[in-house]
Every structure is written in structure tokens, then in C-alpha cells.
């Protein structure tokens, strides 16, 4: 049996939204996202992350009902840049969260893998993760908690 071609990053990810102009404002204007393409009629618009050659985002209009999924991605940065998110997020007007969905200052550390983290909601109530893989050796015993506590380790 031949193996699989490694796989070595998500190129593209699409998620439904309600609201297409407010999730296309959210998605440039707050997080600083290149709107790559838009077709009203369609009801699409699609981002480039870190440019053409590394990834996209697609936003779809969609209808609401009672029952919509919320879903979840995560968008890797530099540690430099995750420390930077949570500042960043309220100086625009989004709320940074922790791994539990609670408002934090500073990101936070699962300590298993380890990933500096930081959370936020789109407009839509989907789950946006900013992480950076960290260098150091896993720790589980960590659990997950605030980056300051990891660094007193």
C-alpha cells in the first residue's frame, strides 16, 4: 500500500455567514485580511492569508435558520505577533478569549502541544484561533493558562 502525500498546511477554509458585509468588514477591516475577490451575486467573498501562495478564505452568505453551525479555524502567526493580538483585537473593537471562551489580556498556553493562543468571535459567532506552534517542550502537566505563568515555569 503506498502512503498518502505528506500533507503540510490548510490552504483554504469556507464558512457561512449572515451577514456578508459585516463579516467582509470584520474580516478586513478588523483582522487585516486582503479581500482577494467579491461576487454579490453570488454572495461570496474570498481573502488571501499571507498571500496567493499560502492561503484563502471563503465567507458564503447564507440564509439563517434556527439551528446554523458555528465553526472554528486557526490562523498561525509569529509569537511576537500572538503576544500583539489581544491589544490589537480591543483596539479595534473585538474581544481577545481564552481557551474557555472567557476574556483574557494576555494570550494563553496549551500546554500539550505547546501553542501560544489567543480566541475571538466574527460576527457570526465562529470560533477564530490565532496560534503559534512554541519551540519549547511539551507540557502537559501545564494544562493550559495564561503565558505569563508558562514563562515562570
Do not use: N
Not at 469556507?14 to 482577494?36: I, K, M, N, Q, S
Amino acid at each position: 500500500m503506498t502512503s498518502f502525500p505528506q500533507i503540510d498546511a490548510v490552504y483554504e477554509t469556507h464558512l457561512p455567514v449572515r451577514d456578508l458585509d459585516r463579516a467582509v468588514e470584520f474580516y478586513h477591516d478588523t483582522l487585516g485580511l486582503e479581500l482577494a475577490y467579491r461576487q454579490e451575486a453570488r454572495g461570496m467573498a474570498f481573502f488571501w492569508i499571507g498571500g496567493q501562495q499560502t492561503g484563502m478564505l471563503g465567507l458564503w452568505q447564507a440564509g439563517s435558520a434556527p439551528m446554523r453551525m458555528v465553526l472554528h479555524m486557526a490562523f498561525r502567526l509569529g509569537q511576537e505577533a500572538v503576544l500583539a493580538v489581544p491589544a490589537e483585537l480591543k483596539a479595534k473593537g473585538a474581544e481577545p478569549l481564552g481557551f474557555e471562551g472567557e476574556p483574557v489580556r494576555e494570550p494563553v498556553v496549551i500546554g500539550w502541544m505547546p501553542a501560544l493562543t489567543v480566541y475571538c468571535k466574527d460576527p457570526d459567532g465562529h470560533s477564530i484561533e490565532f496560534l503559534c506552534p512554541l519551540p519549547d517542550a511539551p507540557d502537559p502537566d501545564f494544562g493550559i493558562g495564561p503565558w505569563s505563568r508558562w514563562l515562570q515555569r
